[in-house]
């Protein structure tokens, strides 16, 4: 089989695919296929390939193709990543199991609803820009008062489908949600009291286990749990007697 028309040696390797289609009355099931890997093949390169050239049904998303839009998010042997930037190579295996998010419901194949993340990040506000970060020291152009930073967050689902809570607990309201609560605390978004107020529960922080698999598994950086431990410290300092 080709492999994007790039010259050199090639590694044969198995990928053991979720499949699903909806409405069907069968139960999701895996199918195999093939690809001659190079070093530079990524997870989505071969799931291109296969869809090219062997099924042209198979079911998943993806857009930039470099890490920065979040779409191709799935379960690489087991393993919650970005499938753009996934080697095939790098997973040392003759067999690769692709298989779609956790948490999340499935639509088709290896396509989550990613409506679930929305309804559980969506209340904080959806913070696009730290206003609080910037640097002061910047040299800007003429016309353009202060460089701000983008938010990190790239709305992968991935912090969602590795952490243990939000697996078996709808109602927590997860990683990525927690973070951007985080954001909404540090850009003074609404009131101090009202945010803090919103994730003291145990769908809130009280609800994380710290099992930090959220922090391992963003690839943005953003480190989900260290932020959820800081809005811990921020609800108990609220209720200090000192505090008020
Ligand atoms: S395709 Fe955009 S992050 Fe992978």
Excluded at 8 to 16: I, R, W
Excluded at 211 to 234: F, K, N, W
Aim: proline content about 7%.
């Amino acid at each position: 089989m080709s492999n994007n028309g790039r010259p050199g040696p090639k590694t044969p390797v198995t990928l053991k695919i979720l499949r699903y289609k909806p409405g069907s009355i069968d139960p999701p099931r895996y199918d195999t296929f093939q690809v001659d890997a190079d070093p530079l093949m990524t997870v989505l390169d071969a799931l291109e390939e296969i869809r090219a050239t062997e099924d042209p049904t198979l079911a998943y998303r993806h857009s930039c193709h470099h890490a920065s839009c979040g779409t191709c998010a799935m379960k690489v042997n087991g393993k919650d990543v970005l499938s753009c930037v996934t080697k095939v190579l790098d997973q040392k295996s003759d067999v690769i199991v692709v298989e779609p998010l956790g948490t999340m419901p499935l639509v088709a194949d290896l396509v989550v609803d990613m409506g679930d993340f929305a309804r559980r990040y969506e209340p904080a506000g959806l913070s696009f820009v730290r206003e609080s970060e910037y640097l002061t020291e910047a040299q800007t152009p003429e016309g353009v008062e202060r460089y701000t930073r983008f938010e990190s967050c790239i709305e992968c689902g991935i912090c969602l489908s590795a952490c243990p809570v939000a697996n078996t607990n709808a109602s927590f309201i997860g990683p990525a949600g927690l973070a951007a609560w985080y954001r909404s605390l540090q850009k003074g978004d609404g009131e101090r009291a009202d945010i803090l107020a919103a994730v003291d529960s145990d769908c809130g922080v009280w609800g994380c286990h710290g099992a930090m698999e959220c922090t391992e598994a963003c690839p943005s950086q953003v480190q989900p749990g260290d932020l959820i431990m800081y809005l811990r410290r921020e609800v108990v300092k609220s209720k200090l007697p000192w505090a008020h």
